[in-house]
């Protein structure tokens, strides 16, 4: 009977027409006591083994490959429990969550209240807020550095209106993150269950085609859309057979002779690089100068940097666009000996500001008694070249 009310698309696993809203909403109250206490505990309430790895090496891979700085401004989309917002905020990062779940955002605040003391120099609580509300629902403009979506993607009924609303909500450059189960083979027992469990719960479960989520997300408007596959184990070094097996699955992939157990992709959101010199200007104080470590090996300035200018800075990496810091030796002639570029830890809006501390190597300043420092929008120009003013610093 499931097969006969099935709908097949091309793209991914297709609906059987019910109100996925209400299932979703409902979720959790049709659960069993211990699948309620497995959400309150995931990953770690007596999971299978494999599922518990699974969930602490995607949280890796995620953290590895997005390269936040401290503070950065994380969404977590169709946060569920909550669990990956709350090792995103133990990490130091700003989360949001949200699930059109009310029973299941509340289980994610009482995981970040259970959290007790402080989790970090200066932190006395995990940084995190979560709302009950549809994606489409979401309000936030050019706000967050990362959007991620674990596990969450094939409930979305629309995914290209899904994915254009979190396009708007991250900043110039901004990057998601989805990590989704493989689509099953036609008429095979993992398409079945799906079917079961969309059945038993009215929960949209539809997996998609790699190929055809990645066109989705070029559609919505990101750019350098990237995929992934997971194939790092720890091995025994003695191990030559298992070593190869994994390389062979490697290769395989890339021939195109398997598919990979998930589908995961990382994308960006395109960073406009036509604004007019006059939107980006910066404010940089230092209330010392540039200091030597106790080795003297290296100088140090702990710097507030604030964004002045009309225009957001995207931060991470040094792609075209991107907003860095430049110290530089000022040399005869106006011409700047450059010393290694420091990253933003976060993007910048307009009238916001953060505290950065600089570091260059001592044998790069020299003889030189002032190293200057500027913000550089890479690719295009030093902002001193659009009009604001670096900020000199004695070497002390």
């Not at 809006?349 to 550089?376: F, K, N």
Request: proline letters at 7%; one cysteine or more; aromatic letters at 8%.
């Amino acid at each position: 009977m499931a097969q006969a009310s099935h709908r097949r698309s091309s793209g991914r696993l297709a609906s059987l027409g019910q109100d996925y809203a209400r299932g979703h909403k409902s979720y959790v109250e049709n659960l069993t006591p211990g699948g309620r206490l497995w959400l309150r505990t995931k990953p770690f309430f007596a999971p299978p083994p494999d599922e518990l790895m699974l969930c602490l090496r995607t949280f890796a891979h995620i953290v590895e490959r997005l390269s936040l700085g401290l503070r950065a401004q994380v969404l977590d989309v169709g946060c569920g429990p909550g669990w990956m917002s709350e090792f995103f905020a133990r990490c130091g990062y700003w989360v949001t969550g949200i699930d059109i779940s009310e029973d299941m955002v509340e289980i994610a605040r009482s995981r970040i209240k259970s959290i007790e003391g402080p989790i970090g120099e200066g932190t006395e609580k995990p940084m995190a807020e979560f709302y009950a509300m549809p994606v489409r629902d979401m309000p936030w403009h050019d706000r967050f550095d990362a959007a991620v979506l674990y596990d969450t993607m094939h409930h979305f009924d629309d995914e290209l209106a899904t994915l254009q609303v979190i396009r708007r909500a991250l900043v110039p450059g901004g990057r998601i993150y989805i990590r989704e189960g493989a689509r099953p083979a036609p008429g095979s027992e993992g398409e079945q269950q799906l079917i079961r469990e969309m059945e038993e719960y009215g929960t949209l479960e539809s997996p998609f085609d790699p190929e055809y989520l990645a066109q989705v997300v070029r559609d919505a408007g990101f750019v350098d859309v990237r995929r992934f596959i997971e194939i790092d184990e720890l091995l025994d070094i003695g191990d030559t057979r298992g070593l190869l097996a994994r390389l062979r699955r490697y290769v395989a992939y890339r021939l195109g002779r398997n598919e990979p157990e998930s589908n995961t992709l990382i994308a960006t959101k395109p960073i406009p690089i036509d604004q007019g010199a006059e939107s980006f200007s910066a404010e940089l104080q230092a209330d010392v100068g540039w200091r030597a470590s106790d080795n003297g090996q290296t100088l140090s300035l702990l710097l507030r940097v604030r964004n002045t200018g009309r225009s957001f800075w995207p931060a991470g990496g040094t792609a075209k666009g991107v907003v860095t810091l430049g110290p530089y030796v000022p040399q005869p002639g106006g011409e700047r000996l450059e010393l290694p570029r420091t990253l933003l830890p976060h993007a910048l809006a307009p009238g916001e500001e953060l505290q950065i501390e600089l570091c260059v190597p001592r044998v790069s300043v020299g003889d030189s008694r002032e190293v200057a420092v500027d913000c550089v929008r890479e690719g295009i120009a030093w902002f001193a070249d659009m009009g604001s003013a670096p900020l000199v610093a004695a070497v002390e």
